[in-house]
């Protein structure tokens, strides 16, 4: 079993950028595809990014396309998102998740294929 445990939020200025980072620990990193979700103050969990065991498939929402970038080192046990162009709407909890039992080219948008997800770490935006 998989343990995750994110980093790198904080507040920050709206067309800033901030790295999260996701450490992995328990498991055979390279085993999971991994994603990046959020949660909004009164609103549902919704995909951010997600990325394949071996880093070079990945899959965006469309609201963050184009700013934010996902990837992963698996010799590190760590998945990161790097976040651009910030706006005041990516404020959220940004939580990691892992889906294992998956093929080399696996990704999903849907949560429900992550058995494993962290704590999650605040990103505030302010105007």
């Known amino acids: 079993q998989v343990q995750l445990v994110e980093s790198g939020g904080g507040l920050v200025q709206a067309g800033g950028s901030l790295r999260l980072s996701c450490a992995a620990s328990g498991g055979t990193f390279s085993n999971y595809a991994m994603g990046w979700f959020r949660q909004a103050p009164g609103k549902e969990r919704d995909v951010v990014a997600t990325i394949n065991r071996g880093g070079d498939t990945t899959d965006y929402a469309d609201v963050v396309k184009g700013r934010f970038t996902i990837s992963r080192d698996n010799a590190k046990n760590t998945v990161y998102l790097k976040m651009n162009s910030l706006k005041p709407e990516d404020t959220a909890v940004y939580y990691c998740?892992?889906?294992?039992?998956?093929?080399?080219?696996?990704?999903?948008?849907?949560?429900?294929?992550?058995?494993?997800r962290g704590q999650g770490t605040q990103v505030t935006v302010s105007s």
């Open positions: 998740a892992a889906a294992e039992g998956v093929n080399w080219w696996y990704t999903s948008r849907n949560e429900n294929s992550y058995a494993y």
